[in-house]
């Protein structure tokens, strides 16, 4: 695995302490965190509904800007155990998936389906070189798509491409979202998310957001 990817899961929050920097897939099963993730949101208020719920709700703090910000970060950055407070976060849960994986249990539950003609692998056939791909399935999300995987027999094991597809399309649409270090790099770290309210404080004082 690339140092520059163990490198920003940590800045991100996750523990890589178990870690072992070889094996690419044992080590993203090894890694947890104790905080949800959000993605960066370019040219957008920096959390969803930030601006008419959490920004309308907190006026009496825009005096003191510090103090606006931590409590944006508490409220937005919650436990990954909480699975009930929908602020469009993504969880780091990992579940190897392998329906195409002979004497498995997700091939004896999920095989016929994949032999559906809905079913379309051919971008994970292209990254594994024409081998029936297993998946690392490594985020959820409340957003679309909200299962984001890898193919941990992926040609480029130190840094393999990331897909997503959703639970209502679930293998019958898949998008490549890049390499594994440059979709991490679409999340934002709590210091990044800091200086992206600051920027939209900024922008409501300037009167660049209605």
């Known amino acids: 695995m690339k140092q520059q990817i163990l490198n920003r899961i940590a800045k991100l929050g996750g523990d890589i302490s178990q870690t072992t920097g070889q094996y690419l897939i044992d080590d993203l099963q090894k890694i947890t965190f104790k905080e949800v993730l959000h993605f960066k949101r370019p040219d957008e208020e920096p959390f969803y509904d930030f601006y008419d719920e959490f920004y309308d709700n907190n006026q009496s703090l825009l005096n003191n800007t510090e103090q606006f910000i931590d409590k944006a970060i508490n409220q937005y950055y919650v436990s990954a155990d909480d699975d009930e407070t ?49 998946f690392l399935i490594f985020i959820y999300s409340y957003g679309y798509p909200d299962h984001y995987f890898i193919c941990t ?37 709590k210091q990044e998310a800091r200086i992206y309210i600051q920027e939209f404080l900024d922008d409501v004082a300037n009167g660049e957001v209605d």
């Open 86 to 134: 929908a602020v469009g976060q993504a969880f780091w849960q990992t579940q190897l998936f392998t329906p195409l994986t002979p004497n498995t249990p997700d091939y004896n539950e999920w095989s016929a389906d994949f032999l559906d003609d809905d079913i379309d692998l051919s971008q994970c056939l292209e990254v594994t070189g024409g081998k029936a791909p297993e």
């Open 153 to 189: 027999n992926d040609i480029n094991s130190d840094n393999p491409t990331v897909f997503g597809t959703d639970h209502e399309v679930y293998f019958e649409e898949i998008t490549n979202k890049g390499s594994l270090l440059d979709f991490l790099n679409k999340f934002m770290t």
